[in-house]
């Protein structure tokens, strides 16, 4: 099946420094990635969606100053989390969709898991 | 090599319960979570196993076996916004999460 990485897989930062997450579809091309984070054994909130190309769709309550999305390529979105604080510590995951509707399959990634000191 | 199976597709009749399997062989086990996906929408959590037996939340259930690698979501009383996608995932030992490729879970009247 297709395959989603992201790298790195852990990273430990200080306060106000930033972090960049990547996300690469391997075996496919994505035309949209989503990026979500997840709290522990909940749900994953969606915090952008990103075309290829183009700049990427918020979702209300997340900053696009402070979560920088870039989708440079058809198989690689980067999540940059600038000026990182304790309470951004979170899983990130993002996903990939190959194809343009919305009944087609996301594949998943791993995840990162990102501790702010 | 890490890996989860679940059926590609079920059908099933309003009002009837189906049981939707997930075998897994991962490197370590920290937990097991079930989502739900509707089609163009974001997962929204189920369940989440990480001892043996039975969680049942409503018309939502979820086992798991740890020695059998083996979970299973049951859903009672189908209704018809119930079908979706359903997503088996496993949490490794380096706490990351290994996903299955889906269910699409057909309801039909």
């Known amino acids: 099946g297709a395959v989603v990485s992201q790298h790195p897989s852990w990273v430990i930062c200080k306060s106000g420094t930033s972090v960049k997450i990547e996300c690469r579809s391997l075996d496919f091309q994505a035309t949209t990635m989503f990026w979500y984070r997840q709290f522990p054994k909940q749900s994953l909130m969606l915090m952008a969606t990103?075309?290829?190309?183009?700049?990427?769709?918020?979702e209300q309550g997340v900053e696009k100053d402070k979560f920088l999305i870039n989708h440079a390529s058809l198989t690689l979105s980067t999540l940059t989390v600038t000026s990182a604080h304790p309470e951004d510590s979170s899983f990130y995951i993002c996903s990939a969709r190959e194809g343009s509707g919305d009944t087609d399959t996301q594949y998943f990634g791993p995840g990162t898991r990102l501790t702010v000191l | 090599g890490q890996n989860i199976d679940q059926p590609t597709e079920m059908t099933a009749t309003e009002g009837a319960i189906v049981q939707i399997n997930c075998t897994y062989q991962t490197s370590g086990f920290n937990g097991l979570f079930w989502y739900q996906q509707h089609a163009g929408e974001a997962p929204t959590f189920l369940s989440y196993n990480v001892l043996d037996g039975l969680e049942e939340k409503g018309r939502f259930s979820s086992f798991l076996s740890r020695s059998k690698g083996y979970s299973y979501l049951l859903l009672k009383e189908l209704q018809m916004k119930d079908s979706a996608s359903y997503l088996c995932a496993v949490m490794d030992s380096n706490y990351q999460l290994i996903w299955g490729a889906g269910t699409k879970l057909i309801i039909k009247p």
């Open positions: 990103s075309n290829e190309g183009s700049k990427a769709t918020y």
